[in-house]
T-cell receptor, first 115, second 114 residues
Framework: AQTVTQSQPEMSVQEAETVTLSCTYD???????LFWYKQPPSRQMILVIRQEAYKQQNATENRFSVNFQKAAKSFSLKISDSQLGDTAMYFCAFMKYSGTYKYIFGTGTRLKVLA | EADIYQTPRYLVIGTGKKITLECSQTMGHDKMYWYQQDPGMELHLIHYSYGVNSTEKGDLSSESTVSRIRTEHFPLTLESARPSHTSQYLC?????????????FGPGTRLTVL
């Protein structure tokens, strides 16, 4: 069975600094997708970034980038130039398709950006 | 911004009441999902649907039921609410016709059963 592990329940970072959130997963699949979702306090969950497992190039979205290490089954999220609006719960998610779609989420990392 | 809506946003209700949580999306997505999330915790999939008249139970056992009579509508019903049902319920939809099956989430319904 697939699992997703986020080992950092809480993190904090100073405004304008860089922070990296870790995520590891376990799967025997070769084709799958990985996602980082952001859930601000009392607000809607939104997609931050996604990565296709067959792509070796790391995905980037403005200040957000990932370090995808397929062999190590690691999928960390780097937030550069942190902003106060980045304060949120961040969930790592794994998705595969093998006849049916299956999503597995990690337990989340609560990130607080300090002024 | 994803066009997926949930009502009510907050609900406080007494034990034994029947409740229905509404979820609607205007994106024409075939797949829809219900997740349960306790504060600060991970999401647990409780129901999903691949299209009209298709519903399946998710990984987390739930006493709730769902229906999918129309593509855009995926309500969740609790016949008799209990305090153990207190949680946040998130609805999501996705369109797998693209390169990835990204899920778009609604704002959630925070349910409190007294």
């Amino acid at each position: 069975a697939q699992t997703v592990t986020q080992s950092q329940p809480e993190m904090s970072v100073q405004e304008a600094e860089t922070v990296t959130l870790s995520c590891t997963y376990d799967t025997s699949e070769n084709n799958y997708y990985l996602f980082w979702y952001k859930q601000p306090p009392s607000r809607q969950m939104i997609l931050v970034i996604r990565q296709e497992a067959y792509k070796q190039q790391n995905a980037t979205e403005n200040r957000f980038s990932v370090n995808f290490q397929k062999a190590a089954k690691s999928f960390s999220l780097k937030i550069s130039d942190s902003q106060l609006g980045d304060t949120a719960m961040y969930f790592c998610a794994f998705m595969k398709y093998s006849g049916t779609y299956k999503y597995i989420f990690g337990t989340g990392t609560r990130l607080k950006v300090l002024a | 911004e994803a066009d997926i809506y949930q009502t009510p946003r907050y609900l406080v209700i007494g034990t034994g009441k029947k409740i229905t949580l509404e979820c609607s999306q205007t994106m024409g997505h075939d797949k829809m999902y219900w997740y349960q999330q306790d504060p600060g915790m991970e999401l647990h999939l409780i129901h999903y649907s691949y299209g009209v008249n298709s519903t399946e139970k998710g990984d987390l056992s739930s006493e709730s039921t769902v229906s999918r009579i129309r593509t855009e509508h995926f309500p969740l019903t609790l016949e008799s609410a209990r305090p153990s049902h207190t949680s946040q319920y998130l609805c999501a939809s996705s369109d797998p016709s693209g390169t990835t099956d990204t899920q778009y989430f609604g704002p959630g319904t925070r349910l409190t059963v007294l």
